[in-house]
């Protein structure tokens, strides 16, 4: 059974930075594609970045978020920059495994964690 934690939400001034986490485990990570989506109340779940197994990454916020991964901890980082007050929302990690490209749509993805509220002040 797959599970994902994510950590390092949080309140925040606009224009400040933020780094949340995505702890994976249960699971022979190989084929993986991990992304972030977010969800901001009365909207549809956002893709956010994506990183997969060979390293490639998508984001969707090209210059303020970006993905990375740490492979010997099996976990996903999403660097947030310049943050703005529309992007307060829970932010979830989300995974599949299977060796195609990084998909935007959320429901192609079999494992999700449970959320962290990150929350941008004006």
């Known amino acids: 059974q797959v599970q994902l934690v994510e950590s390092g939400g949080g309140l925040v001034q606009t224009g400040g930075s933020l780094r949340l986490s995505c702890a994976a485990s249960?699971?022979?990570?190989?084929?993986?594609?991990i992304a972030w989506f977010r969800q901001a109340p009365g909207k549809e779940r956002e893709f956010v970045a994506g990183?997969?197994?060979?390293?490639f990454t998508r984001q969707s916020e090209k210059g303020r978020f970006t993905s990375s991964a740490d492979n010997a901890k099996n976990t996903l980082y999403l660097e947030m920059n310049n943050l703005q007050p529309e992007d307060t929302a829970v932010y979830y990690c989300?995974?599949?495994?299977?060796?195609?490209?990084?998909?935007?749509?959320?429901?192609?993805?079999?494992?999700w964690g449970q959320g962290t509220q990150v929350t941008v002040s004006s």
């Open positions: 989300a995974a599949y495994f299977e060796k195609i490209g990084i998909l935007t749509v959320a429901s192609r993805y079999s494992y």
């Open positions: 249960g699971h022979t990570f190989k084929n993986w594609v």
């Open positions: 990183i997969n197994w060979s390293g």
